[in-house]
């Protein structure tokens, strides 16, 4: 149905506010996992952390936003020995890979890669080139690309815009107000400060334009992305966390099996604080990983409405760079959600695992 202009930003107005705030938790998706004080997950003796592991590592090899990252995941993956490979990836390799791409060449280079990817050569031209010159020329035009390459190429496409005017004869009220929705109401914390500066006081209708030219796609790769790092890094950290901490329960409970009299009382109970320590790392852990999976999932709805609104408004040039972009976002942000389900369930398991060695040391 090819709706008045008007009526399909209002009805996707409505779609951005409900799927703001606490990230579309009013709606329970099918798939979504819930806690382990709600509902039963697989058994312990059904859980295989390995699977597991190889599956969040593959996860890792395809998406994660750094080129250091990937390339590690991968080579643990295509190794002789992958579970071996992929245990000493999650235990040692991923924490220097994380560090080596917090240095200055590897995120120059995963922040041209990002605007490449946001910044289409039909849209900005200017800055698609000089991302695409800075990847292939070497850490030398990667520094110059972020310090003033970036800024400057911005400022060429812009200039072209404005001189052709159209995209900016293009704006109505509605395309603002749509706008100030996001800057109001968008899941994403990026996209909010975009939107909202593309309405600060003192904008024209250049700011307006460029941000629907290709600011907000680079915002919502922004956010993305930060949620991404954000999980990994802490999952990383969680698990090095629980192995000691399972380790430390599997010692103890061999300890009680092999005491006897009130020796053995003692070391029971002993084991079961064990137990209930990995359990709260590991509940802890799940804790997060359901809220990333109900981000992405309304990150996912919101950008699947905003992908039909844009795919209809054929009369407005600014909506084109957002219809080309749109529906590459909500895939993006459904596999994160897939991704954060599987790392959900994951920790649900160990929680269970945790679970059933704390009840079998009780008394």
Same mark, same amino acid.
């Given at each position: 149905?090819?709706?008045?202009?008007?009526?399909?930003?209002?009805?996707?107005?409505?779609? +951005?506010?409900?799927?703001?705030? &606490?990230?579309?938790?009013?709606?329970?998706?099918?798939?979504?996992? %819930?806690?382990?004080?709600?509902?039963?997950?697989?058994?312990?003796?059904? @859980?295989?952390?390995?699977?597991?592991?190889?599956?969040? =590592?593959?996860?890792?090899?395809?998406?994660?936003?750094?080129?250091?990252?990937? %390339?590690?995941?991968?080579?643990?993956?295509?190794? $002789?020995?992958?579970?071996?490979?992929?245990?000493? @990836?999650?235990?040692?390799?991923?924490?220097?890979?994380?560090?080596?791409?917090?240095?200055?060449?590897?995120?120059?280079?995963? *922040?041209?890669?990002?605007?490449?990817?946001?910044?289409?050569?039909? *849209?900005?031209?200017?800055?698609? #080139?000089?991302?695409?010159?800075?990847?292939?020329?070497?850490?030398?035009?990667?520094?110059?690309?972020?310090?003033?390459?970036?800024?400057?190429?911005?400022?060429?496409?812009?200039?072209?815009?404005?001189?052709?005017?159209?995209?900016?004869?293009?704006?109505?009220?509605?395309?603002?107000? @749509?706008?100030?929705?996001?800057?109001?109401?968008?899941?994403?914390?990026?996209?909010?400060?975009?939107?909202?500066?593309?309405?600060?006081?003192?904008? %024209?209708?250049?700011? +307006?334009?460029? @941000?629907?030219?290709?600011?907000?796609?680079?915002?919502?790769?922004?956010?993305?992305?930060? !949620?991404? &790092? !954000?999980?990994?890094?802490?999952?990383?950290?969680?698990?090095?966390?629980?192995?000691?901490?399972?380790?430390?329960?599997?010692?103890?409970?061999?300890?009680?099996?092999?005491? =006897?009299?009130?020796?053995?009382?003692?070391?029971?109970?002993?084991?079961?604080?064990?137990?209930?320590?990995?359990?709260?790392?590991?509940?802890?852990? !799940?804790?997060?990983?359901?809220?990333?999976?109900?981000?992405?999932?309304?990150?996912?709805?919101?950008?699947?409405?905003?992908?039909?609104?844009?795919?209809? #408004?054929?009369?407005?040039?600014?909506?084109?760079?957002?219809?080309? %972009?749109?529906?590459?976002?909500?895939?993006?942000? $459904?596999?994160?959600?897939?991704?954060?389900?599987?790392? $959900?369930?994951?920790?649900?398991?160990?929680?269970?695992?945790?679970? !059933?060695?704390?009840?079998?040391?009780?008394?």
């Amino acid at each position: 149905m090819n709706l008045p202009r008007r009526t399909r930003w209002a009805v996707t107005l409505a779609a +951005v506010t409900a799927t703001s705030g &606490v990230l579309a938790s009013e709606v329970t998706p099918a798939w979504a996992v %819930t806690s382990p004080a709600h509902a039963s997950y697989a058994s312990a003796a059904s @859980f295989d952390p390995a699977a597991a592991d190889r599956l969040y =590592v593959n996860y890792l090899a395809l998406y994660d936003p750094r080129s250091l990252v990937r %390339t590690a995941a991968w080579s643990a993956l295509i190794a $002789t020995n992958v579970n071996a490979a992929v245990a000493r @990836f999650l235990n040692s390799e991923l924490a220097y890979a994380v560090n080596r791409s917090d240095e200055l060449n590897a995120r120059n280079a995963d *922040f041209a890669r990002r605007i490449l990817a946001t910044h289409t050569a039909e *849209f900005a031209p200017e800055v698609h #080139a000089a991302a695409k010159f800075a990847l292939n020329s070497g850490p030398t035009a990667l520094d110059a690309f972020a310090r003033t390459g970036y800024a400057a190429a911005m400022q060429r496409d812009r200039a072209a815009r404005e001189a052709a005017g159209a995209q900016a004869a293009a704006l109505v009220q509605a395309d603002r107000d @749509f706008v100030a929705a996001l800057r109001d109401t968008d899941p994403g914390a990026q996209v909010r400060a975009a939107a909202g500066y593309a309405l600060r006081a003192e904008a %024209t209708d250049a700011d +307006v334009v460029e @941000f629907f030219a290709y600011d907000w796609a680079a915002a919502a790769s922004a956010d993305m992305q930060a !949620q991404q &790092v !954000q999980c990994a890094n802490s999952d990383m950290v969680w698990l090095a966390a629980v192995k000691r901490l399972q380790a430390e329960a599997e010692a103890a409970e061999k300890a009680a099996l092999a005491a =006897v009299g009130e020796a053995q009382i003692q070391a029971r109970a002993a084991a079961a604080r064990a137990w209930h320590a990995m359990g709260e790392q590991a509940s802890s852990a !799940q804790t997060t990983w359901e809220a990333a999976e109900k981000v992405a999932a309304g990150q996912a709805a919101n950008w699947q409405q905003i992908a039909r609104a844009a795919a209809d #408004a054929t009369d407005n040039p600014n909506w084109q760079p957002i219809a080309d %972009t749109a529906p590459t976002t909500a895939q993006q942000w $459904t596999t994160w959600r897939n991704n954060a389900a599987s790392r $959900t369930a994951y920790w649900a398991g160990l929680y269970e695992l945790a679970l !059933q060695g704390e009840r079998k040391m009780q008394p």
